[in-house]
């Protein structure tokens, strides 16, 4: 018994020096980063396309956003519109996801009386993103007000063909994002991977995809690299944040991306990877390009 004792004294001792070690290499790790965002740029593996939310920067003119995501390294800033599409290009970025044509968050193609405003608005966006030289178009379920997961799937399905013939036709790439419905945005439909990729599955098409937001699936089903490796083919964008807070995805929160981002190349992904999280540290542009740095893998 004794001698199980020690054993096992030992082995705690060795577990807590080894993790001492991994510490000491983290902090040794965290120096080494690169200081400035030259640095920076030049430090990117390339194996992401790195992109950043126009909102969650929204404090700073989209002139200023795009002056340090371009010296940062990242290639597109998401989620703007038509009239800043031309902002984007002054700074050689890309319009990794367009927006513009849903009517919001909560009246989406899950309800048959928003398919006549939703066709008129995505008939005549997906031209627009086309000849932007740009190819994916942000889409929404809407909220379930009521409705079961199948009265939603088929109304979703019978609005988005009205418009997907069209997207194939200028190879835009329409993309509803999954949303989490236990914190952020009750009662939306697109929760849940599943639902979205049956969703795919019945449309059949290759310019139908799923916005994948890792931090609103990380609420509402977890089990994020296994979703990735199981339906990547169906997710055409990847959202982060930190979970809880969506804020800061460092080492304050729950999901641990590096693995996380491992699992996205290794899919052969080539889209784009675009930071979604509310940046709360004084310094919020070093947030971000230590964001890109984490996701560089």
């Avoid at 038509?82 to 902002?87: G, L, N, R, S, V």
């Avoid at 977890?222 to 959202?239: E, K, L, T, V």
Wanted: charged share 25%; glycine share 10%.
């Amino acid at each position: 018994m004794k001698k199980n004792t020690n054993s096992r004294r030992t082995a705690v001792k060795q577990m807590l020096a080894a993790g001492a070690g991994v510490a000491m290499a983290s902090q040794g790790l965290a120096l080494s980063k690169p200081k400035t965002n030259k640095e920076m740029s030049a430090a990117l593996k390339g194996n992401i396309n790195h992109a950043v939310c126009r909102w969650t920067y929204g404090f700073l003119p989209l002139e200023d956003l795009c002056r340090e995501a371009k010296a940062i390294g990242i290639k597109g800033i998401d989620l703007v519109g038509p009239k800043e599409f031309e902002t984007l290009k002054k700074y050689g970025l890309y319009s990794s996801m367009c927006n513009g044509a849903e009517i919001n968050l909560t009246d989406g193609y899950a309800h048959t009386e928003f398919h006549d405003t939703l066709t008129k608005n995505y008939s005549e966006m997906i031209p627009i993103v086309a000849k932007a030289g740009y190819k994916d178009l942000i889409c929404f379920s809407g909220n379930r007000k009521g409705m079961d997961d199948e009265t939603g799937l088929n109304n979703c399905v019978a609005g988005l063909k009205k418009v997907i013939g069209l997207a194939e036709k200028h190879g835009v790439v329409l993309q509803m994002e999954l949303l989490n419905s236990r914190v952020d945005h009750t009662d939306y439909m697109c929760d849940r991977s599943a639902w979205g990729v049956e969703l795919c599955k019945r449309l059949g098409s290759e310019n139908f995809k799923l916005l994948f937001d890792i931090y609103h699936m990380q609420i509402d089903e977890g089990d994020i690299i296994r979703s990735i490796q199981n339906n990547h083919a169906y997710f055409g964008h990847y959202h982060t944040g930190g979970n809880p807070g969506r804020n800061e995805i460092n080492d304050t929160q729950e999901l641990y991306y590096p693995a996380i981002m491992r699992a996205i190349v290794k899919t052969g992904f080539k889209g784009y990877v675009a930071q979604e999280f509310i940046p709360k540290a004084e310094d919020k542009i070093a947030s971000l390009r230590n964001a890109v740095l984490l996701c560089d893998v």
